[in-house]
């Protein structure tokens, strides 16, 4: 890691790696993963990338859009992403993904919240496979330093531009400077107890904004996902695909009886389940796949789910699967534009951590990848057409300040900070999860 970049993106995701890709060659980037770049919660995402179809209006997808949503969404924001759906897509093709495909022709899922089936898919580990290919590129281009276990715990902000990062290395606390932050830094799942997010998915970037006083907004839109896998150990929740319902699956009462339209939006299942829980006195309802096609060969077709549940003594190829809700995605967050940028001069947010309201108060299946790849690359070009190059006043004029400071102490009473704001979130989850 040096001292100087042009750009920091802060996040190994589809939105970090979207925005580090598409950012000019002769721009010097640093690319930050918490931990290893491959546990970025794209990484878990297993359905997929919805994308407008050819042959529908377009106006069938923004109306699917804005009712998961609850109408509260920014139109105009969801008319220009889902306008630009089939360009990310086609862009994932080009970075290498493969899509699945039946006789030549993409095999598209239909999951809760859409009309129609409109969903592109690598089996059931699409972000996996999305990741991995734009991942396998990043680590070859000259102009992109990845920089792994490295904590980012605070901005550099001065008269209101940001200026550089502070972070934590395994070996020191040291100030990056750069012309221009992205921050893909994720979601909150990490701060709740039942979640299908990683555990070091925190809440940090939003924190640090809150921190900064950047614009945020939406903190109580927080989204529960209906089939999660129920399990008595601690830790990360496996994620039962949306797809398994578009498949057929049906959700069953511990009597047997089905009790919800499983295709309704997600808000919708889990208020049902919760309230059939609540009823029962039980911690779970069930899966069927009775009604799957071809459900012998399902563990092919489902691989990530097969090899979660074979893992608690469950065989879905015959055994039906106890599922839950819990927390999943977070559609508040840091105030963004549709190319990421913020109130802040250079500071720019792009994937779950943004909020540019395109979700509105509850995200519709499988648009969240679809939004980290359109905002990602939003942000890079908007980057590409600004001169960022360290200019030679710029450089001296930060080393003349000595921004770097005692921060060792200065670390902890931030981090400190950072958990009280996370708390907060969980309490907004309190109050509103019954809603």
Same mark, same amino acid.
């Given at each position: 890691m040096k001292n100087y970049y042009d750009v920091i993106v802060i996040g190994s995701g589809v939105a970090g790696l979207s925005c580090a890709l598409e950012l000019?060659?002769?721009?010097?980037?640093?690319? =930050? *993963?918490?931990?290893? =770049?491959?546990?970025?919660? *794209?990484?878990?995402?297993?359905?997929g990338i919805s994308a407008r179809r050819m042959d529908e209006a377009l106006i069938d997808y923004i109306e699917d859009t804005l009712r998961a949503g609850h109408y509260r969404n920014d139109v105009d924001v969801v008319e220009k992403i889902l306008t630009g759906s089939l360009d990310v897509v086609n862009k994932m093709v080009d970075y290498g993904v493969s899509f699945d495909k039946i006789n030549g022709v993409y095999s598209l899922h239909k999951e809760g919240g859409h009309k129609r089936p409109r969903v592109y898919h690598v089996g059931d580990y699409t972000g996996r496979a999305i990741c991995e290919s734009m991942a396998k590129i990043a680590k070859v281009r000259e102009n992109i330093d990845i920089c792994e276990d490295v904590t980012f715990y605070d901005l550099i902000i001065e008269e209101n531009k940001v200026v550089g990062i502070k972070v934590f290395t395994q070996e020191e606390y040291r100030n990056v400077y750069s012309s221009a932050v992205v921050l893909a830094t994720g979601g909150i799942g990490g701060i709740f107890d039942s979640s299908t997010n990683y555990k070091t998915i925190s809440g940090d970037g939003l924190s640090i904004a809150i921190k900064n006083n950047i614009d945020i907004k939406n903190l109580e839109y927080i989204q529960i996902h209906p089939t999660v896998l129920y399990s008595e150990k601690g830790g990360r929740q496996s994620l039962i695909t949306e797809a398994l319902r578009g498949e057929g699956g049906i959700l069953l009462d511990s009597r047997g009886n089905r009790f919800v339209d499983e295709l309704l939006p997600r808000d919708v299942v889990s208020k049902a389940i919760r309230e059939k829980m609540s009823e029962e006195g039980t911690n779970f309802v069930y899966m069927s796949l009775e009604n799957v096609k071809d459900r012998k060969h399902i563990d092919e077709t489902f691989p990530t789910v097969f090899d979660s549940c074979i893992k608690e003594g469950i065989d879905i190829r015959k055994d039906m699967i106890p599922i839950c809700p819990g927390q999943h995605y977070h559609m508040g967050g840091i105030s963004a534009k549709i190319d990421g940028s913020t109130n802040i001069d250079g500071l720019y947010a792009v994937g779950e951590v943004a909020c540019t309201g395109f979700h509105g108060k509850n995200r519709l299946a499988s648009n969240s990848l679809l939004e980290a790849g359109f905002c990602g690359m939003r942000s890079a070009q908007t980057i590409n057409l600004k001169e960022l190059r360290f200019k030679g006043t710029l450089k001296e004029n930060l080393e003349s300040k000595n921004i770097e400071g005692v921060i060792n102490s200065y670390h902890d009473i931030l981090i400190n900070e950072i958990k009280e704001r996370n708390l907060k979130f969980y309490e907004y989850w309190l109050k509103t999860k019954n809603a």
């Open positions: 000019d060659p002769k721009y010097k980037v640093c690319l =930050i *993963s918490k931990k290893k =770049i491959e546990e970025a919660n *794209s990484y878990l995402a297993q359905g």
